[in-house]
Nanobody, 113 residues
Framework: VQLQASGGGTVQVGGSLRLSCTVS????????MGWYRQAPGKQRELVAG???????TYEDFVRGRFTISRDNANDMMYLQMNSLKPEDTAQYYC????????WGPGTQVTVSS
């Protein structure tokens, strides 16, 4: 399984970023997927998940600000992040939901105040 997250960067508070995840090695359209993040000194945590049919779930700390989506035809997943806060600063990863596979390198998101 290969999971490549991209689209990170440095933005100011209140800004937006759109992360992309390219997936290969699995039957993507059958898998529930998730975006995760890990801030320095903290454990990795789930941010949002998406079922094969596109039904999303969000952790409370991003609900209303982030939108997860997927493109089953092209084995891609996205995370639109709006109204970014300094506490959103972290390395962001994509992986399968419930039973994550080997973690890719992720993409860094930095929100500056």
């Amino acid at each position: 399984v290969q999971l490549q997250a991209s689209g990170g960067g440095t933005v100011q508070v209140g800004g937006s970023l759109r992360l992309s995840c390219t997936v290969s090695g699995i039957v993507f359209r059958r898998k529930s997927m998730g975006w995760y993040r890990q801030a320095p000194g903290k454990q990795r945590e789930l941010v949002a998940g998406i079922a094969p049919d596109g039904s999303p779930t969000y952790e409370d700390f991003v609900r209303g600000r982030f939108t997860i989506s997927r493109d089953n035809a092209n084995d891609m997943m996205y995370l639109q992040m709006n109204s970014l806060k300094p506490e959103d600063t972290a390395q962001y990863y994509c992986n399968m939901l419930y039973v994550p596979d080997t973690w890719g390198p992720g993409t860094q998101v930095t929100v500056s105040s």
